[in-house]
Structure formats: C-alpha cells, structure tokens
C-alpha cells in the first residue's frame, strides 16, 4: 500500500526565504527575505550580470537601493565594496528581515528606511552614486521614478542607474535625460543600466 504523499505547506506572507551573496566579504553567505506581496528578489545569475557591469564603479560608492525587498542588490554592493547603501522598504515584514540581516551581517553601512519609494525621493536633500530600482512588477512606476530622480537632481554627475522591469513595461526605449549604457533580457525580465545625459548631449 502506497503512503500518501504529505501536501507542501503553502508559503504565507511573513514566512522566509533564502538568497545567496555572490561575491564579495560575504560570498556565499546566505540570509533570509520575507515573503510579501510584490517582493521578487533578482536572481543570481541576473546580479552576477548587473555586478559585471558596476566593475569600476561600485568602490567606495554611496547607493540608494530604493525597493529593497529582499535586500540583494544592496547586501550585494556592501560585499563588493561599496561605501554605503541607503534601503528604502515598506512592507513591514520585509523591514524586520532586513534588519535582522544587518544586524546578522553586522555592518555599520546600511541605512534601512521604512518609508514610501515616491515619498522618499520627494523628500531627499542629496545625490547617490548609483541607484537600484527593481519595483514590483506591472506597476508602471519607472517613469514617474526617472522623472524625480532628475528633477530633484538625485544623481551624481557621473551616477548610474539600474532598472529591472517587465519585458514591455518601460514606455520608452531611451527614457528623457538617461543613456543606456548596458542592457540585457533574461525571459521576460529586462536589466538596463543607465547613465545621465548632460545639457550639451540634450540640445
């Protein structure tokens, strides 16, 4: 007689998850994300691409990672070299995740903020090196995050910014006052990496 077979418990918001740090201080360190609505941490072989290309940049660099969710791009920048990484996170399961990392990592160059994406940007006074946007998906947020980022000069003269959108969600191929410097489709995921235009290259 054959045994029935248990059913997998279904995952719950709250309940974690694990993600691993590539490179870096921690390589191979794994640390826990929580699940809630929307949170979709960017997979390894996508980071190991996006790192490639900060090569040169990320030393020393002062980043925004502005829907942290999980905390991979962040923790990942820290491992490599960067001087600080400011998370901005809603959701408030997320938020105890990521503190229980920092804490677990035991690193003094973390910022978490617990706050909205578009209200923490309206409300920045300075600029980073590189901002990460990775939003929930069909949200159509890209757009409306660019245009603040340029409007409230959030970006450093010679800053990058990532994106990771939905194949088809990004209503511009060149999004005004951005260059794309590197891009890359994994299914339906698109990773773009951008630079700002200057006055001169506008006119």
Known sequence: MKKARRKKPQRQPGNTNTLRIIAGQWRGRKLSFATAPGLRPTPDRVRETLFNWLQGYLHEAHCLDLFAGSGALAFEALSRGAAHVTLIEQHPAAIQQLTQNIHLLKTDKATLIQADA????????????????????????????????????????????????????????????????????????VSRLLSPVSNSELM
């Open 118 to 189: 578009f209200d923490y940007l309206d409300q920045q006074p300075y600029p980073f090196d590189i901002i990460f946007l990775d939003p929930p998906f069909g949200k159509n947020y890209l757009p409306t995050l660019l245009k603040q980022i340029t409007e409230k000069q959030l970006l450093q003269k010679n800053g990058l910014v990532y994106l990771e959108y939905e194949q088809g969600e990004l209503p511009q191929a060149n999004p005004d006052h951005f260059k794309t410097l590197k891009e890359k489709q994994a299914g339906k995921v």
